[in-house]
């Protein structure tokens, strides 16, 4: 018995994908993506689903046809009335219902090892899928294009290499939605490709592998998609999910079915994007044209762009005044999912940054001037703020990651690592190893480590310089082991640093209060003798009169005659203000502090 692809059958039935997973998932059907195989008896069910449900919607257009006559009587005439709004009532509901937020072309990237074949790819996918550029035009290279496949339009950042991917990333923008890893057919896999696949997986963008180069006689597809199992990636046909296409960016073997590929997941990503709503977008590139000024290709993500708006990006505002698409054709408006070169900025705005609209130039000059403040503000703040321990370790949940970037002198040491960090592991902590390679750690890897918050280790190799810096810059950390256990060591510090910290109440001191004294601003305030250990500001105290417990609270201010201070020994008198009226003379206060305790 034959059985049949879900996409394959969804287009011979003319019915979404999405619907046709619905439909599996009513039958108790399990698969894996929409290029999984089912059951000609499956076929049979569907076919029989879908007959049912035509017929039911024929009948229900027939009743609906029929109804207005015998359930609306009253209905006013509308032939030959000026007030027209309220009769079209009947229609309005159904149309706004429908009325959702259109679908958006996917924006698509291509990364892989060097020489692997991304710039042949993106080349022929050029060349055979772009409309001839109008007479007269330049062609300029704008960071993207647009493709023209029988599935619709496909958006290309032409920068190929993870870079710009992660340049773009580390600003805290994604732009990609899918990524395409191209690995070529008599090569394998090589230390590009496993970053790049590192990096996508980092931005939980989808992935389609590309096996390229399937016309050399060298070819070996197949030891490509036995090497990939290793990484865990598993390709459909071996019964697992990852899609692999094999392609010729020299012949143009498999291309049109990779298009296609990028569609599915398009289509499964349900990839929407308001034209009406307030724009916001992303630099993909910017450069001084010597003859025009700044140029700037931005991707419109949301609303729509027009000549004429004002754009802010970061602290710097301009007006469009002219903008191209990728063709080099001038357009007077953009939406979203369109890559477009803009003219009007007076600085060159970075890979990354995110563009927003503002009404008009007052508006923009507003923006920046508070953006301005803001990052005055936060320097500021940074100067003086000592971190807290959720800013240090991440939000303390349950189960935690540690994100780890190893780099070794060999492939033993990598092997080696790998396995002592699989037997650290517990169910409390999980040590991810996005990147596992040999040689020194890169400007890649700190992009990756500052996107996914990764600490890098390094075993027998150290990072140049300019990576070091970088790495500095960024607050990456990034350390250098000379022997293994000092590493070992440090994978220790991790989890334990990523453990819930655990406290525990640590007895301080204790005082007689001797007198109260009244004090204009503070309250009362309790005059005590301390008996034993020391007081300290902020530390807890708890109140007894006798055998009763009168109080639990804070010292919230310590007073030594008329000076505040953070501490006071035993032997000592001091003003403890407990921000609490009803101390007493007589009573005892003893004070404690929350302490961290950190397991064995
Ligand atoms: N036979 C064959 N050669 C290919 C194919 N794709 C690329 N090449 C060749 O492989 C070499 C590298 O291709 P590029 O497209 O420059 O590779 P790349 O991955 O963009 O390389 P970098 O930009 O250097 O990272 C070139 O000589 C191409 O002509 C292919 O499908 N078949």
Known sequence: MSKVRIYTLAKDLGVENQRMLEILDGLGVSYKSVSSTIEEETVDLIKQILAEESTEAATETVAAEAAPAVSAPEAPAKAGSDDVAPVASSEAPAASATAEIPHRAPVVTIMGHVDHGKTSLLDYIRKTKVAAKEAGGITQHVG????????????????????????????????????????????????????????????????????????????????????????????????????????????????????EYISLTAE??????????????????????????????????????????????????????????????????????????????????NSGEKVASAKNEHAAREVVASRQSDRRDVENAR???????????????????????????????????????????????????????????????????????????????????????????????????????????????????????VFEEKYLGRAEVRMVIRHPKNGNIAGSYITDGSFKRNAKAKVTRGKETVYEGTIVGLKRFKDDVREVKNGFECGVNLDWEGVMEGDIIEASEMVEVIPA
């Open 144 to 259: 993207a294009f647009e493709a023209q496949t029988s599935k619709g339009r496909i958006v290309f950042i032409d920068t190929p290499g993870h870079e710009a991917f992660t340049t773009i990333r580390a600003r805290g923008a994604n732009v990609a939605d899918i990524a395409i890893i191209v690995i070529a057919a008599d090569d394998s896999l090589m230390p590009q490709t496993r970053e790049a696949i590192a990096h996508a997986q980092a931005a939980k963008v989808p992935m389609i592998i590309a096996i390229n180069k399937v016309d050399l006689p060298q070819a070996d597809p197949d030891r490509v998609k036995t090497d990939l199992t290793q990484l865990n990636l598993v390709p459909e046909e071996y019964g697992g999910d990852l899609v692999v296409v094999p392609v010729s960016a020299k012949t143009g073997e498999g291309v049109e079915e990779l298009l």
């Open 268 to 349: 499964l990503e349900d990839l929407r994007a308001d034209p009406k709503a307030a724009f916001g977008g992303v630099i993909i590139e910017g450069r001084v044209d010597r003859q025009q000024g700044v140029l700037a290709t931005v991707m419109v993500q949301e609303g729509t762009l027009h000549v004429g708006d004002f754009l802010v990006v970061g602290e710097n505002y301009g007006k469009i005044k002219a903008m191209n698409d990728s063709n080099g054709a001038r357009i007077k408006e953009a939406g979203p999912s369109t890559p477009v070169q803009i003219l009007g900025f007076s600085d060159v705005p």
């Open 383 to 501: 100067v003086q703020r000592r971190k807290t321990l959720e800013e240090m370790m991440g939000p303390l949940s349950e189960d935690r990651t540690v994100n780890l970037i190893v780099r070794a002198d060999s492939q033993g040491s990598v092997e080696a690592i790998q396995g002592i960090l699989a037997r650290k592991e517990t169910d409390a902590v999980k040590l991810n190893v996005m990147l596992a390679g040999i040689g020194a750690p890169t400007e890649g890897d700190v992009l990756l480590a500052s996107t996914a918050e990764a600490h890098i280790l390094c075993f027998s190799v150290t990072a140049p310089a300019g990576v070091k810096k970088i790495a500095d810059n960024k607050g990456i950390d990034l350390k250098s082991f000379r022997i293994i256990y000092e590493m070992i060591d440090e994978v220790d510090r991790l989890i334990k640093g990523n453990l819930e910290p």
